[in-house]
């Protein structure tokens, strides 16, 4: 381990102390929330750090809007709220897996609502870290594993319902640790997760389950597939229509962007998502060009192999843009 490396590995753990010391010390009630859209990372790290609170005593709820796919995390009634527009008078906000400055992808809580004290605890490289107390750490394969590290040193006992979201939000970031994101950290604190009660067949067994409409709709996605840019990059794309058309919901698509990603001999893998208003993209990226990139320069974020972005444009004019700059991307990469 190099100089470098120890110094962050102590950054690191005398940030996730301070955080662990407020948690102990505060009796406020305690709202948790994360990103519109919200994926097994965000959901996963809502209710492991939820429940670990709730076992120290403490007053503590999420608000969100829990995928029909992740319903299975949630077994009390009142582990997810709906989101709010309000908060219990002297409440501490906690955001996990997303910038709390960026309101327009914070769901769950209005902020621009809330004055009082923000925690900020993120993966992203392009948060901002504005927040009353941050932990940002993009060497992290996903936000579940610093709630892991950070429950470890609130001294909560482990057990399933802690351990299983939290399982669940390493599994999805890590594309079940196929993704090069899957590191000697997160595989050690997925151990620490399975020894401590957390059921990897479950999980895996339980996001794998998908409805009728998902596989209607799959046919037309897969219909709408295109390799463009020497075969580099593969897209797709889906419309509010094609939804209707098979009843499916925007959930149902979430999972197809992994999907054509593993098309042989590309690099990159785009999803566009056509809602009528505004079209929203998912980039993957096999490991040489920058996901990250592609959306940043669409106005979105996100991490070097997986990001997103929103365009307020027509979609054969979002559709042109994300391709030039995918092209800008490649053309970086030499490839």
Not at 310 to 322: G, N, S
Request: glycine content about 8%.
């Amino acid at each position: 381990m190099t100089s470098v490396r120890l110094e962050s590995q102590v950054e690191y753990f005398a940030r996730l102390q301070e955080i662990a010391d407020f948690f102990k010390q505060n009796t406020l009630p305690v709202a948790l929330a994360s990103h519109i859209d919200p994926d097994g990372d965000a959901i996963g790290s809502c209710l492991g750090l939820q429940r670990a609170l709730r076992k120290m005593g403490k007053t503590a709820q999420t608000y969100a809007t829990v995928p029909q796919y992740l319903q299975f995390l949630t077994t009390e009634e009142n582990d997810v709220l709906p989101p709010v527009e309000h908060l219990p008078e002297g409440s501490i906000v906690v955001v996990l897996d997303v910038d709390n400055n960026d309101q327009n992808r914070v769901e769950g809580i209005r902020l621009e609502h809330f004055s009082g004290f923000v925690v900020n605890i993120d993966h992203h490289g392009t948060n901002k870290r504005n927040s009353d107390i941050n932990l940002v750490w993009p060497s992290h394969a996903a936000t579940a594993q610093i709630i892991t590290d950070l429950i470890e040193l609130l001294g909560v006992e482990w057990d399933a319902d802690l351990a299983n979201p939290l399982l669940t939000g390493i599994i999805t970031d890590t594309g079940s640790f196929k993704f090069s994101n899957t590191t000697p950290e997160v595989l050690m604190a997925a151990s620490k997760l399975i020894a401590g009660g957390g059921n990897v067949s479950f999980v895996n067994e339980s996001l794998a389950q998908h409805p009728k409409r998902y596989y209607q709709l799959l046919v037309l996605v897969l219909q709408s597939m295109r390799y463009e840019l020497n075969d580099l990059c593969v897209t797709a794309h889906v419309s509010s229509s094609m939804l209707e058309s098979v009843g499916a919901s925007w959930e149902d698509v979430e999972s197809y962007v992994g999907m054509i990603r593993s098309a042989q001999g590309t690099e990159l893998a785009v999803m566009f998502k056509d809602y009528g208003t505004h079209i929203k993209i998912s980039a993957r990226s096999r490991g040489k060009a920058s996901a990250q990139n592609i959306a940043v320069a669409c106005g979105g974020g996100g991490h070097y192999a997986a990001a997103g972005a929103t365009l307020h444009l027509p979609f054969e004019e979002a559709y042109d843009k994300v391709l030039e700059e995918a092209r800008k991307e490649l053309d970086r990469v030499g490839l």
